[in-house]
């Protein structure tokens, strides 16, 4: 699940495909479903705690933290139904517990929860949702409900993975843009000067 960083009414769920560029980075293609006719809406980018960390503090406002996602059931792994649920138990816990201290930097392009039916105007900056009660109940529900998956049992299963206290800088929505309460980095497209490549034509 992500929320626009500026608008928690905002919300979609989304659907990761990622591949690991090194021990440190990931990149993720995020689609609007698991199903064949999936629309591609968004690119996510995760990195590690020691990237985060060495991160200019200016470019920090755009990350967002792992650690409530994991340990509150709403980020799951679904598997082959064929697969023994203890292996989809130990296998999504395994793999979720290295994400709980990493950081994502996510764009959606595709603006799906507006009804648009083609990619419009730009990119829109994401976020993670960081506490309870965030997320709205009848989106995680027909979720659930879809994928065959219990989110209140998840958390309870994930209570021994060790918590990640989120580092400054990250998941800035939560102090506000530059610390001014009730705003928040998003993306605004205005002119700029145009510079050519050869300044005499």
Same mark, same amino acid.
């Given at each position: ?14 659907? #990761? ?28 980018? @995760? ?16 990350? #967002?933290?792992?650690?409530?996602? @994991? ?28 994400? @709980? ?47 065959? @998956? ?52």
């Amino acid at each position: 699940m992500n929320n626009k960083s500026n608008d928690m009414t905002r919300q979609v769920e989304a659907h #990761h495909y990622c591949a690991h560029v090194n021990e440190d980075v990931r990149q993720c293609l995020i689609y609007d479903s698991g199903e064949a006719s999936a629309r591609l809406i968004g690119v996510e980018y @995760v990195i590690s705690e020691r990237l985060f960390d060495g991160l200019p503090e200016e470019e920090k406002k755009y990350w #967002h933290s792992h650690n409530y996602e @994991v340990k509150s059931g709403q980020l799951v792994m679904p598997m082959p139904s064929l697969t023994p649920s203890s292996v989809v138990k130990s296998a999504e816990k395994l793999a979720l517990e290295k994400l @709980v201290p990493t950081y994502g930097k996510t764009w959606h392009l595709w603006q799906v929860d507006k009804g648009d039916t083609l990619p419009m105007g730009p990119a829109q900056l994401m976020m993670s949702f960081t506490g309870d009660h965030q997320v709205k109940s009848s989106l995680l529900l027909n979720r659930d409900q879809r994928l065959g @998956v219990d989110t209140e049992k998840k958390r309870i299963e994930r209570q021994d993975i060790p918590s990640h206290q989120p580092h400054p800088g990250a998941d800035h929505w939560q102090e506000g843009a530059d610390g001014k309460e009730g705003t928040a980095w998003q993306v605004k497209m205005e002119p700029t000067k145009f510079k050519r490549a050869n300044p005499t034509l």
